[in-house]
DNA sequence: GACCCCTTTATGTCCAGACATATTCGGAAT
DNA sequence: ATTCCGAATATGTCTGGACATAAAGGGGTC
């Protein structure tokens, strides 16, 4: 293993790493039809040599839009797109519980408001006594872009701090790295709205528009509701995605 | 570049790869609370030497618990679990994933076409060859209502007829009962979208009115798809629903 | 105790290589 | 035209290495 090594290929200062600007001219490709579904994409060694990149390089890229739902990939038959991607759009993995813990991919939380659950808030929305939650509100977004709008009822003994809620993963986690509290059961109910005009503005879509509407409602192993979030995400900016598989016995 | 390179500790015959080996010894170790939340896992160096095993190897483990939201890394701070392992990595899949293969309580399958797959349908959409596929639209509702809409492709060499879809509990069931043909991976995409002037029509709602657009395709074991379905429900008229509960996982 | 700064560190990113293997494909035979 | 088989192929897995960088931590100063 003697031979030379081309010095790594970096980013310009500021730029996003090899691997996912190669990404984003693949989605980009997928997204305005150069690739259509069921199109091979560039195979590994091919996507080397196009952008002057390694093989592992190329292999992150791929992965990325795999994990995106976006191709699908296969020893020796290649990297075949499953999907268009629609514009700006955020996936998150709805599959099981571990992912109702988790903000979708880089769509992190901003808090726009974390404090004393005003009278008419969600917590009236839930018939809980306001002053026995802390409402966050904020949105989903990843960079300058929007996702969604947030809001949550947070139980108060077990409220953390917006920094330790801004260094978590998730609010869930971040309740119970500093509390010990345990989602034990997450109920989810995903529907389909019309954005008010007060939502609109504050996601900047059209009012009228489609949107996502997600409640979940966490309860602790004794059954005590902890945490209840609702998210509203504009048509076109989210989905979920989900792969289930039937499950193999022969694994370990 | 010039070092002996040890050769490669591969799984034994039927063993999933180290990598997820390696992944399922942590994953494990979080669910009985060797690593609780909030602690730091082993580095990547430190993996190495307890498995034997390269870096690249355990990156990749870790990578497979990050994606699981079970814990979060940054550099230099290390990889610090955020998560308790739930069942959610394995959330029964089975019972998940047969609810796919289920119609949506007593809203039955009412079909108003099925046959050849026009050139303009929904093969199509999906890029794949028409005269491949048989494509299938019909009403979901109960009674007199509609819930929303369905259309569907069904690999011509396993298209059941009219009367077995009817009489199955579901169009893969019914696949399933008289091809044999059993899927083994199904991908789903839940998003919002806007009803066009002629979805509305067809389902008696305002055009320009929420909905919720879902799309699935399934595939059978060597990853082959044999059914394409997508179903629009508009707003107000369906939501999905479900609940997670952490399952105990003190049998393992 | 708070703050600052520098070193250390553990992950992030990128490079190279090799072997395994599932899958595709082309050619031969029927 | 269909079937079979073997070679080729493109991804999967695993090894090694190097540099970048964000973050932790220790020590000194105030």
């Known amino acids: 293993m003697n031979t030379s090594k081309r010095p790594a290929t970096r980013p310009a200062a500021g730029q996003a790493p090899r691997y996912r600007q190669v990404a984003q001219i693949l989605r980009a490709a997928i997204g305005n039809g150069t690739y259509k579904v069921g199109d091979l994409l560039p195979g590994e060694i091919e996507l080397c040599a196009l952008h002057d990149i390694s093989r592992h390089t190329a292999r992150d890229a791929l992965r990325l839009l795999t994990q995106e739902g976006l191709v699908v990939r296969r020893r020796r038959a290649g990297t075949v797109v499953s999907a268009r991607p629609g514009p700006a759009m955020f996936v998150q993995p709805l599959g099981g519980f571990q992912d109702l813990l988790q903000y979708a991919g880089e769509a992190r939380l901003k808090i726009i408001y974390y404090g004393v659950a005003p009278a008419d808030g969600l917590a009236a ?60 059961r997450v109920d989810q109910r995903i529907s389909a709205m019309t954005l008010t005009p007060l939502l609109a503005q504050l996601l900047g879509a059209p009012a009228g528009d489609a949107a996502l509407h997600t409640q979940r409602q966490y309860r602790d192993a004794p059954g005590r509701l902890f945490l209840a979030t609702e998210t509203v995400h504009p048509a076109g900016r989210f989905a979920y995605v989900t792969s289930y598989t039937r499950e193999r016995t022969d694994v370990e």
Do not use: H
């Open 125 to 184: 929305t839930l018939n809980l006594a306001p002053e026995d939650w802390r409402e966050l509100r904020g949105y989903r977004g990843s960079g300058a872009q929007t996702v969604g709008l947030a809001r949550m009822l947070i139980r108060k003994d077990c409220a953390p701090t917006a920094t330790e809620i801004d260094n978590a993963s998730s609010v869930a986690g971040a309740i119970e790295a500093r509390f010990g509290v345990v989602a034990d």
